[in-house]
T-cell receptor
Framework: EPEVTQTPSHQVTQMGQEVILHCVPISNHLYFYWYRQILGQKVEFLVSFYNNEISEKSEIFDDQFSVERPDGSNFTLKIRSTKLEDSAMYFC????????????FGPGTRLLVL | GESVGLHLPTLSVQEGDNSIINCAYSNSASDYFIWYKQESGKGPQFIIDIRSNMDKRQGQRVTVLLNKTVKHLSLQIAATQPGDSAVYFCAENDGGFKTIFGAGTRLFVKA
């Protein structure tokens, strides 16, 4: 069964450094998403992406964040200058045709900012 | 586990019993609702969804009930098994591209 994959599984970085989180969505899916989950808290929407542009973003997704689909398979989340409070699990998800259907989540990247 | 909260509402049931997990949603414009299951250290896994033109939908061992009048959603799991132990999140979407997750409920199944 096709699945969303994410790399790396864990990332440790120093405050102020840039990180790029990688995702490979399911191949015939058109909608892509990033979510984060701070330890012990709920899953929070960051951004949705369709047709090579951001379709919606949350207030969390400020100028420090950016997303890109550099080729036909990868979908990346970049945090330009990490802060301690960016430490969280970051989940990528994809859905086939709309946002109002099953979203398939990847296993997540645990980001720790020191 | 990494994804399980320390202060989540918790439901503890005996194996074989039925479980009911409740969720109150906030946006009266939401018209698509989803239940996700999250096991320790994993990403959310889709369980079942329901659209606002329905008030009940059944899957395999799971049923979702929607009461739009009071903005309430519930997930019923029949014959709960140890493998059902996880954190369960409801989520809502109002037709846009943003899906909002609720706070989550931790389900413990006692063997």
């Amino acid at each position: 069964e096709p699945e969303v994959t994410q790399t790396p599984s864990h990332q440790v970085t120093q405050m102020g450094q840039e990180v790029i989180l990688h995702c490979v969505p399911i191949s015939n899916h058109l909608y892509f998403y990033w979510y984060r989950q701070i330890l012990g808290q709920k899953v929070e929407f960051l951004v949705s992406f369709y047709n090579n542009e951001i379709s919606e973003k949350s207030e969390i997704f400020d100028d420090q964040f950016s997303v890109e689909r550099p080729d036909g398979s990868n979908f990346t989340l970049k945090i330009r200058s990490t802060k301690l409070e960016d430490s969280a699990m970051y989940f990528c998800a994809s859905s086939r045709v709309t946002a109002q259907e099953t979203q398939y989540f990847g296993p997540g990247t645990r980001l720790l900012v020191l | 586990g990494e994804s399980v909260g320390l202060h989540l509402p918790t439901l503890s049931v005996q194996e074989g019993d039925n479980s009911i997990i409740n969720c109150a949603y906030s946006n009266s414009a939401s018209d698509y609702f989803i239940w996700y299951k999250q096991e320790s250290g994993k990403g959310p896994q889709f369980i079942i969804d329901i659209r606002s033109n329905m008030d009940k939908r059944q899957g395999q061992r799971v049923t979702v009930l929607l009461n739009k009048t009071v903005k309430h959603l519930s997930l019923q799991i029949a014959a709960t098994q140890p493998g059902d132990s996880a954190v369960y999140f409801c989520a809502e979407n109002d037709g846009g591209f943003k899906t909002i997750f609720g706070a989550g409920t931790r389900l413990f199944v006692k063997a």
